[in-house]
């Protein structure tokens, strides 16, 4: 059994900063943190594979060579960190930055010598390294780069001072109901995380990270009516023969070049040589109604138009939209300030961010939602979510129609209605794997 272990260089992190406040922990500004990656990997005789720990060291300054191990890569899911005690609350909070500055660390030409040496390296390291098994990667070297921006390097845009990004990690209404061990719904809120472009291995853009911390939590009674609604788009759409000829001699040359498009010529010829006179009829009325500016003028000559082969053909996925109502009565004190928190909650990680230049608005916090059976699992047979925005949010503060409180102020009761939408489509390969024994999405 071989060992081999190499360090790369350390390097500044564009981050978020985050402080523990009374209220919780607040955004403020943004700061810089140092990061370096200890790679080790395993090469087992007789296998011909690598393994590889992948470990995350945080530095005091750039000259602090010693650095603290703050957490290991996942293996089975290189894009997310598993962060140990030592981690620093701005570490923590901006794991996308620090995962995203470990990729480039890993990429540097000295990493890729010490550990790719052919095609097979190259897929397992670039596995570990989180970017797909992307065999024919190259390093990212300052000539590579001048072939584009690498929009997943830009540094995170801070929110303004007071935007808030902790919220209590689980209000409950009615009190105690997660002890009850009946069905319940959970709004699990996140951090907005936008998709990067994938620079390799597929074309279009990576997926979010599911793993992400929780910003606050909310659990409340699953309220009538719910539902959802799958929906996929058609349209009508039409080739008539004309124009597929004209398709399939440019597909022809595209992919034969002279000796395809000479191919589908000849077939174009034969089929018209079968039909004459409709051809001549046809062809006839078109080069005339050209010439005249007459597109209409087959049918008016003939009775007849050109096939339109119409056919219903797919045009693309949409997105889910969920609406939910609840009534939130409060039986106590303690109810009350959970109500009023389980508003806020929404209210607040549903408004835009501000940055601290004002130049930019972040997009506003996002929320996972899901059914809990008896207070803890999934739901199996109801639906499940994708990530989702809250669209809208209306509340009653007299949903009985007079106004009424109680001594300290606060409503009797409140009628909170809400809009969410899913950030993606739902697809065909994400229903789990469970021989139908659940809903899925």
């Known amino acids: 059994m071989a060992v081999t272990t190499k360090y790369s260089g350390i390097t500044p992190v564009a981050v978020t ?30 296998t011909g594979l690598p ?43 901006n794991r996308d930055a620090v995962t995203t500055a470990s990729k480039s660390q890993m990429n540097s030409s000295e990493m890729r010598k010490e550990f790719v040496e052919n095609a097979d390296d190259k897929a397992a390291y670039n596995l570990a390294k989180g970017s797909g098994n992307e065999a024919t990667e190259e390093p990212e070297t300052a000539e590579a780069a001048k072939g584009g921006l690498n929009l997943s390097q830009l540094p995170p845009i801070a929110g303004k001072q007071g935007s808030r990004s902790s919220f209590d990690s689980l209000v ?11 069905d319940v719904i959970k709004f699990d809120m996140l951090e ?37 609604a799958n929906a996929v788009s058609f349209g ?32 174009i010829l ?14 006839g009325a078109m080069i005339a109604g050209m010439a005249s500016g007459n597109k209409d003028l087959l049918t008016r000559a003939t009775g007849a138009v050109l096939n339109p082969n119409m056919e219903l053909l797919f045009q693309g996925p949409s997105l889910r939209p969920f609406n939910f109502s609840f009534k939130l009565a409060a039986r106590s004190e303690a109810e009350a300030r959970a109500i009023v928190k389980i508003i806020r909650f929404f ?28 207070g803890t699992e ?64």
Do not use: W
């Open 236 to 267: 009508s759409n039409s080739l008539n023969p004309l124009d597929a000829a004209v398709a399939d001699l440019a597909l022809s040359g595209v992919a034969g070049g002279g000796e395809g498009l000479k191919g589908a010529g000849q077939n």
């Open 347 to 374: 209210k607040q990680g549903m408004a835009p961010i501000r940055s601290e230049s004002n130049l930019f608005l972040k997009s506003p916090h996002t929320f996972q939602l899901s059914y809990k059976h008896r």
């Open 51 to 93: 393994s590889y720990k992948v470990e995350i060291i945080e530095h005091t300054g750039p000259d602090d060579k010693t650095g603290t191990v703050i957490g290991e890569r996942d293996p089975s899911n290189p894009n997310k960190i598993n962060y140990n005690s030592n981690a620093s609350l701005n570490a923590k909070r």
């Open 17 to 46: 900063n985050y402080k523990n406040t009374r209220r919780g922990t607040r955004a403020s500004g943004s700061t810089t943190i140092y990061t370096s990656t200890k790679v080790t990997t395993t090469f087992e005789e007789g």
């Open 172 to 182: 409950v209404y009615p009190i105690g109901l997660d002890r009850t061990g009946q």
């Open 378 to 441: 999934d739901h199996k047979f109801l639906n499940k979510f994708k990530e989702c925005a809250l669209t809208s949010l209306s509340v009653q503060y007299a949903p009985e129609g007079q106004y009424a409180t109680y001594l300290n102020g606060v409503p009797v009761s409140y009628s909170m209605t809400m809009a969410f939408q899913e950030l993606e489509p739902v697809f065909n390969d994400q229903y789990p794997d469970d021989n139908d024994e659940s809903i899925g999405f």
């Open 270 to 283: 034969q089929t018209i040589a079968k039909n004459p006179d409709e051809a001549k009829t046809g062809l």
């Open 192 to 228: 907005y995380q936008p998709k990067q472009f994938n620079r390799g291995g597929t074309l279009g853009f990576s997926e979010r990270d599911q793993n992400r911390n929780t910003l606050g939590s909310v659990i409340l009674p699953i309220p009538s009516g719910i539902g959802d």
